[in-house]
């Protein structure tokens, strides 16, 4: 049976945003009938403001490839980092090598992340830490962050981290240590501007390139098999 995805103006006019956000929209929009009534022109300012609030909790569906093994990227951003690394010592894995791949995300970005691979969240940790600029190497090390390691549906080792930025001041992790989760899944989000890294085992080679436009749920960014197989007319 051939599917088919309806497109509404709702999509780009008045998107769905995430629960996080209401609480700030109403703050900045408050804030907005103040300046309104000290200085209309304020008013306008105030109203701007507060539709970029809005925009930034926005929460589109996504459609996430139906290929076996895949790793997608967790953010919408660009991809500001590959390196070969160790694993985080906070998730037991700093004897293994992996390729980390940074997404950085900016205001302007969706900012809710995703499960990047089909598996179950062996280990999550909240580690608290400074506010340097999310585009720094260090931010891996130095900066708040919250940890996940993930056992993959073909048994193999992936991590990412959600790593808080110069203007991020809180992690949102929603998912639980122990339970499954198909690529794609919501799990979080940091508010305001951040950046998140994939740790790829040993031997997985990353499919993208440096200041590659990623979205979240849908960019491919590896596939742990090596290479999509189709069946009956569908990759999997």
């Given at each position: 049976?051939?599917?088919?995805?309806?497109?509404?103006?709702?999509?780009?006019?008045?998107?769905?945003?995430?629960?996080?956000?209401?609480?700030?929209?109403?703050?900045?929009?408050?804030?907005?009938?103040?300046?309104?009534?000290?200085?209309?022109?304020?008013?306008?300012?105030?109203?701007?403001?507060?539709?970029?609030?809005?925009?930034?909790?926005?929460?589109?569906?996504?459609?996430?490839?139906?290929?076996?093994?895949?790793?997608?990227?967790?953010?919408?951003?660009?991809?500001?980092?590959?390196?070969?690394?160790?694993?985080?010592?906070?998730?037991?894995?700093?004897?293994?090598?992996?390729?980390?791949?940074?997404?950085?995300?900016?205001?302007?970005?969706?900012?809710?992340?995703?499960?990047?691979?089909?598996?179950?969240?062996?280990?999550?940790?909240?580690?608290?830490?400074?506010?340097?600029?999310?585009?720094?190497?260090?931010?891996?090390?130095?900066?708040?962050r919250q940890l996940i390691g993930m056992k993959t549906a073909g048994s193999k080792n992936i991590a990412f981290v959600?790593?808080?930025?110069?203007?991020?001041?809180?992690?949102?992790?929603?998912?639980?240590?122990?339970?499954?989760?198909k690529a794609g899944d919501r799990f979080g989000l940091i508010r305001f501007g951040s950046r998140l890294d994939v740790?790829?085992?040993?031997?997985?080679?990353?499919?993208?390139?440096?200041?590659?436009?990623?979205?979240?749920?849908?960019?491919?960014?590896?596939?742990?098999?090596?290479?999509?197989?189709?069946?009956?007319?569908?990759?999997?």
């Open positions: 049976m051939i599917k088919t995805f309806e497109i509404s103006w709702r999509r780009y006019v008045l998107p769905n945003i995430h629960n996080e956000g209401w609480k700030f929209v109403g703050i900045f929009a408050a804030v907005t009938a103040v300046l309104a009534v000290i200085w209309a022109p304020l008013g306008v300012v105030g109203l701007v403001l507060t539709v970029w609030c809005y925009l930034f909790f926005r929460d589109p569906e996504r459609v996430v490839p139906q290929i076996k093994d895949v790793v997608v990227s967790p953010a919408d951003g660009i991809v500001q980092m590959i390196a070969k690394v160790a694993g985080p010592e906070e998730l037991g894995l700093e004897k293994q090598k992996f390729t980390r791949v940074s997404v950085f995300m900016s205001v302007f970005n969706v900012h809710v992340n995703r499960i990047p691979a089909d598996g179950k969240i062996t280990k999550a940790v909240y580690v608290p830490g400074k506010f340097l600029n999310a585009t720094l190497d260090k931010a891996s090390k130095d900066n708040e959600q790593i808080a930025g110069l203007v991020a001041r809180r992690i949102l992790f929603e998912a639980t240590e122990g339970q499954e989760y740790y790829l085992p040993e031997g997985v080679e990353p499919q993208v390139c440096l200041g590659q436009t990623m979205v979240a749920g849908e960019s491919i960014i590896a596939n742990l098999s090596g290479e999509a197989k189709q069946v009956d007319g569908v990759i999997k």
